[in-house]
């Protein structure tokens, strides 16, 4: 086939046809026909040559130039595609390296090997047209529902068609033990769309969080207005969600716009999700005051929380337990979902049983230390004093308030537990010694005799050794392992040193040993501290 004695304009036509079907721009088809004619004349002409192909736009008419570049005499390699200055003023005025001469060459009478290479570029690129568009045109909606029907199922994969292209809902992605046919209608959630080699991916998902919160979005109004706003979704998917919520304006229940008249609105998500039932909790600024609605529908008598840690303690009564549990802990761990807070529940018999064991620990020390009696042990801990170094440097006004202490006992009080202080440091520096602990550690600001000791025993001898720990090593934290929070023990934990105690000390040491230039620690504070106060 010639492509001279073809109707010019069948080529514009045909590319037409194909953008049209293939709903991506014409222009993108004719440049892979000229790809397409261009392959075709390098085998007719020689796959050295650089042959470019143009089609007119308008008339359909395909121009052939053969195009060579300008190089330096050295660099001449390749003699079909490029010429030297000297071979280039033949053709050119005054050749600079660098300039392209083109010429046109006659069209090229396509074999059928060649049409079939040319049929080949023209649907691989088309093939990557269409993929770049149906990428451009999903990647905006990861985050949305949509709506597609049901072509077939892989081994428990369901694809579906939605529209433009295909997509996937997983096994684990699917509701419980839901099961499809071909031609059902289904809504999924879009969960992310990426570009792959075998063309753009996308994955639906039907138990992700953000599905059920879409969904309420498009039953309530207000949610889609941004008068009330979802601030957290925990779901076990086709058994049971909580969904936490606030509203902006005060004359709108949060609460009651979801569920909606007699249930309507709750109810249509519910039907979607498959039966779930779904709890509609108020949110709440206060951490533990939302951890009780969080726990509904179980009675709280009393919560404890630890910020640093990310725990939080719930006390129940004991016919309450298992309310606040759940079927097989599906409450608690809702609710520790939805507050992002590790949560332990115990009964009201066993936080007493509790308080009673740090009480008599307490006491005990008190006698064993201080050479009390009992009782005035029991007054000391009943006051509040939980430790050595509260009694010995505390005002002296806060132990006479302790019924029959006057000030003569106060002072006794307080010398002895200085002097049991003095002897436990004095002690702990020895053992130090011993370990191997070196000046440069022992002289460094902010580290107690029995901090060193700690440090020492755990191998830690030297302000080279302590300026390499990190601070999670020093005051311990928390890290997630497979989906549970796992305690880090730090050295210097049951000294309660805090993490940014722990951050400071370790950059000072860094700087005296002249690790960390002091004016650039300075810059990185001032930067942080000019952050904070922009987010505040």
Not at 97 to 115: K, L, Q
Request: aromatic fraction near 6%.
């Amino acid at each position: 086939m010639a492509i001279t004695s073809a109707n010019q304009l069948e080529l514009l036509q045909t590319a037409e046809a194909v953008a049209r079907e293939k709903m991506i721009d014409p222009g993108l088809v004719v440049e892979a026909m000229e790809e397409s004619l261009a392959r075709a004349a390098k085998s007719r002409y020689g796959a050295e040559m650089d042959i470019r192909v143009s089609i007119d736009r308008k008339t359909g008419r395909a121009t052939f130039t053969r195009v060579r570049t300008v190089v330096e005499d050295e660099e001449l390699e390749n003699y079909q595609a490029e010429m030297t200055v000297e071979q280039a003023r033949q053709y050119m005025a005054d050749p600079q390296v660098g300039d392209t001469f083109t010429e046109e060459v006659p069209p090229v009478d396509m074999g059928r090997i060649a049409a079939q290479s040319a049929k080949q570029v023209i649907l691989q690129k088309v093939r990557e047209a269409e993929r770049d568009r149906q990428y451009e045109e999903f990647k905006d909606r990861a985050g949305t529902i949509i709506n597609g029907v049901v072509k077939r199922e892989e081994y428990g994969n369901i694809i579906v068609d939605v529209g433009r292209g295909e997509a996937i809902l997983r096994r684990n992605e699917k509701i419980g033990r839901e099961s499809y046919r071909p031609n059902d209608r289904i809504r999924c959630y879009i969960k992310d769309v990426r570009r792959e080699q075998r063309g753009p991916q996308i994955f639906l998902s039907r138990t992700d969080p953000q599905f059920m919160a879409e969904l309420f979005k498009m039953e309530v109004p207000e949610i889609y207005e941004g008068i009330i706003e979802i601030k957290a979704v925990a779901r076990d998917p086709g058994s049971r969600a909580k969904i936490a919520v606030i509203s902006y304006d005060g004359s709108i229940d949060p609460v009651g716009a979801c569920v909606g008249m007699r249930g309507s609105r709750v109810q249509a998500v519910v039907n979607e999700l498959q039966g779930e039932k779904i709890d509609i909790i108020p949110w709440n600024e206060d951490q533990p005051t939302f951890l009780v609605n969080a726990l509904q529908p179980a009675e709280v008598t009393k919560v404890v929380l630890d910020e640093e840690a990310e725990r939080i303690e719930v006390v129940v009564p004991e016919e309450q337990l298992s309310l606040a549990i759940g079927r097989r802990g599906q409450n608690v761990r809702l609710a520790s979902q939805l507050t992002a807070l590790d949560i332990d529940i115990m009964t009201e018999e066993e936080e007493s049983a509790r308080r009673q064991k740090e009480f008599e620990e307490r006491t005990k020390l008190f006698v064993d230390t201080l050479d009390l009696d009992e009782f005035f042990a029991q007054l000391l801990v009943s006051e509040g004093f939980t430790n050595l170094e509260e009694v010995a440097y505390v005002e002296i006004d806060e132990l006479l308030v302790i019924d029959g202490v006057d000030e003569e006992t106060a002072n006794e009080l307080q010398a002895r537990a200085r002097d049991v202080l003095e002897a436990q440091a004095k002690a702990a520096m020895e053992r130090a010694r011993e370990l191997g602990a070196e000046d440069s550690l022992i002289e460094f600001e902010g580290l107690t005799p029995q901090m060193i000791q700690a440090l020492a025993e755990d191998g830690v001898k030297t302000l080279e050794d302590f300026a390499t720990c990190a601070d999670w090593e020093l005051a311990g934290g928390w890290t997630t392992v497979e989906g549970e929070r796992v305690k880090d023990d730090g050295l210097l934990e049951p000294f309660d040193v805090s993490l940014e105690e722990a951050q400071h000390m370790v950059m000072n040491a860094r700087v005296m040993l002249g690790w960390v230039d002091p004016a650039e620690l300075e810059a990185e504070e001032a930067s942080e501290e000019v952050e904070a106060q922009a987010d505040a």
